[in-house]
């Protein structure tokens, strides 16, 4: 099976045309998968177009493709977001990568009132940085069309906005209702956003000011998933709900 690569510059191409990646992604393709002329190789935009062909020169500093095949992939409706909430560790950055290699069109850091990691100031630059090259690192290890959105920090009052237009599951372990206990209409291309809380779970007044804004609390079973497990998992079961799987 052939890897894929990304180049978010590449706006359109045709058979028998030439593609070049150069840059990080050639030294990538060269030096850690040991690709050589010859070989197949994807290579996407990350807006859904996708090139397939063969290696005409492998060099570190460039790698040039000959186009055998172009698809232009429609982006999945409706749209699955995360709303991560910062935590201590990794456990954040680990509930971010499983989430696109199981398919969320977006992800959102959330400040929730009991992170533990605090985004301010070049903090926050730096962290949404991080984010986005987990993103396009998993794009690319999952072989996806669509490159993920990364948001910039939200707070508590602008999820509250956006419940209003979404349809917002809010992951509890007390909730009544189980996650696949959600009536999905068909038709309905509202984005589903899967909110997740810290360490510490959503504090109460957060919970309701969600739940006042629209939002619905889901739980995941009986047990009590990790921060960086209870995301992905949701993703996992919204999947099935609406017929990606």
């Known amino acids: 099976m052939a890897n894929l690569y990304l180049r978010e510059?590449?706006?359109?191409?045709?058979?028998?045309?030439?593609?070049?990646?150069?840059?990080?992604?050639?030294?990538?393709?060269?030096?850690?998968?040991?690709?050589?002329?010859g070989d197949a190789?994807?290579?996407?935009?990350?807006?859904?177009?996708?090139?397939?062909?063969?290696?005409?020169?492998?060099?570190?500093?460039?790698?040039v493709v000959r186009v055998h095949a172009v698809s232009q992939i429609d982006r999945a409706r409706p749209r699955i977001a995360l709303v991560q909430a910062l935590a201590k560790g990794d456990r954040d950055e680990l509930a971010v990568q499983?989430?696109?290699?199981?398919?969320?069109?977006?992800?959102?850091?959330?400040?929730?009132?009991?992170?533990?990691?605090?985004w301010q100031g070049d903090k926050a630059r730096k962290g949404v940085e991080r984010w986005r090259a987990i993103v396009r690192e998993a794009t690319k290890q999952s072989m996806r069309a669509w490159l993920p959105d990364v948001a910039e920090p939200v707070t508590t009052?602008?999820?509250?906005?956006?419940?209003?237009?979404?349809?917002?599951?809010?992951?509890?372990?007390?909730?009544?209702?189980?996650?696949?206990?959600?009536?999905?209409?068909?038709?309905?291309?509202?984005?589903?956003?899967?909110v997740i809380g810290p360490e510490g779970g959503i504090a109460p007044e957060e919970s309701q000011r969600l739940t006042a804004a629209g939002a619905t609390?889901?739980?995941?079973?009986?047990?009590?998933?990790?921060?960086?497990?209870?995301?992905?998992?949701?993703?996992?079961?919204?999947?099935?709900?609406?017929?990606?799987w």
């Open 98 to 118: 499983a989430a696109v290699e199981l398919g969320v069109d977006e992800v959102v850091p959330w400040q929730a009132s009991r992170s533990v990691s605090r």
């Open 41 to 63: 190789l994807k290579v996407a935009n990350g807006r859904g177009l996708v090139v397939e062909g063969a290696v005409l020169t492998a060099e570190p500093s460039r790698v």
């Open 157 to 194: 009052a602008r999820l509250a906005e956006r419940a209003s237009t979404s349809r917002m599951l809010v992951l509890e372990p007390g909730a009544v209702v189980p996650l696949t206990g959600i009536r999905l209409v068909a038709g309905d291309d509202r984005d589903l956003v899967v």
């Open 217 to 244: 609390s889901v739980r995941l079973g009986d047990s009590v998933l990790r921060t960086s497990s209870a995301g992905p998992a949701a993703i996992a079961v919204l999947n099935a709900a609406i017929g990606r």
């Open 9 to 37: 510059d590449l706006d359109d191409a045709a058979t028998g045309a030439e593609v070049v990646l150069e840059g990080a992604e050639a030294r990538h393709i060269v030096s850690v998968s040991r690709t050589r002329v």
